[in-house]
């Protein structure tokens, strides 16, 4: 078969372009940069110049495409320009599915997340469950509004399948929770939330797999929770710590985190804050985003390997460097 795919120099992307290279398929991305995207070149995928919102670009990446995997979007926290997030997760969502209809491609797999129900507060959420409120961050935001998106083109036509990751971890991570656990590999205790929200924690390779299986199996119009592991941050560096025989990460009480957030958010509206101490990074550290993975077990035949089995070997790709 041959694949499109956006995303490809992104974590989870790239993993997805190795499996379905690996299996037999061509695969042709969509890259803002060839120049930096060699290693994709070096795998064997077709590159195709440009970006989410660039009709020309998108119609040369789904010519004679048998399917299309839509990866690419943006995360970040507490980033004052939000306009980037609107860009690419809203409308360069709507630019991308846009162009698979126009090309009639036979079958799409669309990345959405369990935060577009934002926090759920503990409760465990399925794919029927619709969150009508606010969003705690302008990544839930975006998210949930591409969310409805892909079900709008769908509802016109569009062949399209939903999956919603939670939390992904593995080697090759360069996000916040990568740096994390690089950090407590390394013997350094970098500060997290204690009783912090839960996340549903998921290997990459099982993450890209579970796409593959959602474009194999997956009927259109149906959303599928690639949901892992419960656990908290803090527990998930703490397994890393003792895995690596490192110190455990420093524990910051859930009240002062509260508290520092009400304090920094008439700042944080006049003034930059960093990142990690923005209010919106604050609550999100505290926030639960849970799901259950029943449906992709039995629909897909989605497996998810354990979180101490996929930590240690993460632990053992950190340390080699």
Known sequence: MRYALTGATGFVGGEIARQLVEAGHAVVALVRSP???????????????????????????????????HVAGWYKLGERDRSVGERVNVEGTRNVLEAALRAGTPKVVYTSTLAVNSDTGGAVRDETHRHTGAHITEYDRTKARAHDIAHELCARGLPLVTVMPGAVYGPGDTSQVGDLVAQVVAGR???VPLGGGTLMWAHV??????????MERGTPGED????????????????????????RPRLVPRVLIRVTEKALT??????????SYHPESLRAS????????????????????PLSDGLAETVAAVRAG
């Not at 390779?205 to 959602?214: E, I, S, Y």
């Not at 993975?293 to 390997?305: F, I, N, Q, T, Y």
């Open 35 to 69: 120049r930096r995207a060699s290693d994709l070149a070096e795998l064997g995928v077709e590159l195709v110049e440009g970006d989410l919102d660039s009709d020309a670009a998108l119609d040369r990446l789904l010519e004679g495409a048998d399917g299309l995997f």
């Open 189 to 191: 205790r970098p500060q």
């Open 205 to 214: 390779g099982d993450v890209a797999h579970g796409h593959v299986l959602a």
């Open 224 to 247: 599928y929770m690639l949901a892992g592991e419960p656990a908290t941050l803090a527990g998930v560096l703490q397994q890393v710590a003792a895995l690596a025989g490192t110190k």
């Open 266 to 275: 008439p700042v944080a509206r006049l003034l930059p804050v960093p990142a």
């Open 286 to 305: 505290l926030a639960s985003y849970v799901g259950t993975r029943a449906k992709a077990e039995r629909d897909l035949g989605w497996e998810c390997r």
